[in-house]
């Protein structure tokens, strides 16, 4: 479509739109990034632009045990998260999709329901599970948890790749003699790979950056870094969040990088 | 058609391959049932029981308490506040996405999914640096001139209600951007060669069609909203009291498991119930879950 604007105006007289659309996009990306430069700031109170440069906050939070302990927990789990939810999700879309049951529209409706039932409910349900099954606290019970909130994510984007695919390709490779696995190895997962990466990019990024479940269910030796975020920014204002915030908005930067190449280009394509 | 002599075993074969790929199925739904399903059962359950085990509706009776009843106001003021924000900001915004070149949609949009994919704590983080008494925003203002003193910013409810905004704008943005996308620009070019105006055009033709993304991004932002925890608790720095905020102290500081379900039970009830109506009206489920 060369015209896409559809409506024949002349540029000008949508200067408004222009400039109401960088504001927005300025409001949206700016408070963010404006972090980083003043995280390399001096001072116990961060000023932008920083008086004077310096990692003061960097070697405070690398210096710290429990900082580090924390940060390695929510990597650990987030990890795990991923390994986990990530072919239980192809699974589950997999065998949806390709047996086409009556109850299909209950499975559906039950694996994206974390999705959609409210947080700070999940949270007490299984924090009052946990207590009972001596699970509170424990990284196993961080990952299952997580799972459930990561694998929704892996779900819909799979599902979604493999409804614009086509099953006869499968069914051909099982004609010449194929079994099911082995064509779904062989055929099917190379072609739905991209939605297969950004759906594990997703699950790893839930579970990295959840907070709720976590402020539950996680403390002691097993406290996430969100977890001991949230209490530095209730409690008082830690400078050294800041520098936590700059490498998670470096991750972050990464990671959508890393989407962009290697996720679903097909259907980023596809929009017109 | 003449049944073939196997076609029985053919059918049981078929039976067989639809059990066998259900089983894929059965991890995942086994996980969620488990870990999420049956405990907030159990908290449904516990929240029509006394201590000794009885029948009682005396936790939904203590609801109507003026405590609680000032924090569910809160939330639903907070909600609609932040939901008409979003909209009123997420329309134009997902509106000149659907005009520009590729180039241009491209830089708006990562610049969509990038708070999008940044932890929601750093976000929080941001917004409590930039608000506070002497943060950036205060001394600017103060700078140009257009206040003497520091304004109460943040720890407050316009410290929630900006920061609120900033997290679910990309939830507005993302559905309204889908709905645009999927309007035929015939029927505007069409209305044009009319003798509409742009603006006419506009208003009587593309904003109709776009209704079911607006409608989507509101349902979705609205919901968010109610069971919000993160930002209201640090952004309003215990003066803002949200439904949520209830259930967490109900459980953390009280340990009233029977408080703290009902609140859950009403929350999940009014959610569940918002997105029902507004699926049966408009068919909102096609664009929630687009992320």
């Known amino acids: 479509m060369a015209d896409s604007a559809g409506v024949p105006i002349a540029p000008w007289r949508r200067l408004w739109l222009y400039a109401l659309g960088v504001a927005i996009v300025l409001f949206l990306v700016l408070p963010t990034v404006i972090v980083v430069p003043m995280s390399f700031g001096n001072a116990r109170f961060l000023r932008f632009p920083p008086q004077e440069l310096s990692l003061r906050w960097y070697h405070a939070y690398l210096g710290s045990i429990e900082w580090r302990d924390a940060t390695w927990i929510s990597l650990k789990a987030a990890v795990a998260t991923m390994l986990v939810a990530t072919p239980l999700g192809v699974m589950a879309a997999y065998g949806l999709h390709a047996s086409r049951l009556r109850m299909a529209r209950l499975i559906e409706t039950a694996l994206i329901a974390p999705l959609i039932l409210p947080l700070i409910l999940v949270s007490i349900a299984i924090f009052f599970l946990y207590a009972r099954l001596g699970l509170n606290n424990t990284v196993t019970g961080l990952v299952l948890a997580h799972c459930c909130l990561a694998m929704p994510f892996v779900f819909v984007t799979v599902l979604a790749a493999l409804k614009g695919y086509d099953m006869n390709q499968e069914r051909v490779a099982r004609s010449l003699g194929a079994s099911r696995f082995v064509a779904f190895i062989t055929i099917t997962l190379p072609q739905i790979r991209f939605s297969v990466f950004s759906g594990a990019l997703l699950a790893f990024i839930t579970s990295l950056d959840e907070t709720v479940v976590a402020l539950f269910i996680s403390g002691g030796d097993a406290a996430t870094l969100t977890r001991r975020m949230f209490t530095a920014l209730r409690d008082e204002i830690d400078p050294t969040v800041a520098a936590i915030s700059s490498l998670l908005i470096g991750v972050t930067l990464t990671l959508l990088a890393l989407g962009l190449v290697f996720g679903d280009r097909r259907r980023a394509g596809r929009q017109p | ?291």
Request: charged share 10%.
């Open chain 2, 1 to 291: 058609m003449t049944e073939g002599p196997n076609a029985g075993a053919l059918a049981a074969a078929e039976r067989g391959e639809r059990r066998g790929l259900f089983l894929l199925c059965t991890p995942a739904v086994l996980l969620i049932s488990i870990v999420i399903f049956l405990p907030i059962g159990w908290l449904f359950a516990l929240s029509f029981t006394t201590e000794q085990g009885g029948l009682t509706l005396e936790h939904y009776a203590r609801m109507l308490h003026p405590a609680y009843t000032k924090s569910f106001q809160t939330t639903f003021e907070l909600s609609f506040l932040v939901t008409a924000i979003c909209a009123a900001l997420g329309y134009p915004l997902a509106y000149l996405m659907s005009q520009v070149s590729a180039v241009w949609r491209a830089m708006i949009f990562v610049s969509v999914l990038f708070p999008f994919w940044t932890s929601l704590l750093v976000r929080t983080y941001a917004w409590l640096v930039l608000l506070q008494r002497r943060g950036l925003v205060n001394t600017w203002l103060q700078e140009t001139g257009i206040v003497d003193e520091p304004l109460r910013l943040v720890h407050n409810f316009t410290g929630t209600a900006i920061g609120m905004t900033h997290i679910m704008l990309p939830f507005m943005v993302l559905p309204l951007y889908a709905a645009m996308t999927a309007v035929d620009r015939d029927y505007v070019r069409a209305s044009a060669s009319l003798g509409a105006s742009p603006l006419k055009s506009f208003w009587q033709v593309f904003f109709p069609l776009t209704l079911p993304g607006l409608l989507a991004g509101v349902v979705l932002v609205f919901v968010l909203c109610l069971g919000f925890y993160v930002t209201p608790a640090v952004l309003g720095g215990g003066r803002v009291l949200m439904w949520s905020m209830s259930i967490e102290r109900s459980v953390a500081v009280y340990s009233d498991w029977g408080a703290a379900s009902a609140l859950g039970v009403v929350l999940l009830v009014v959610t569940l119930a918002i997105l029902w109506v507004m699926n049966r009206l408009f068919g909102v489920e096609r664009f929630i879950g687009a992320r």
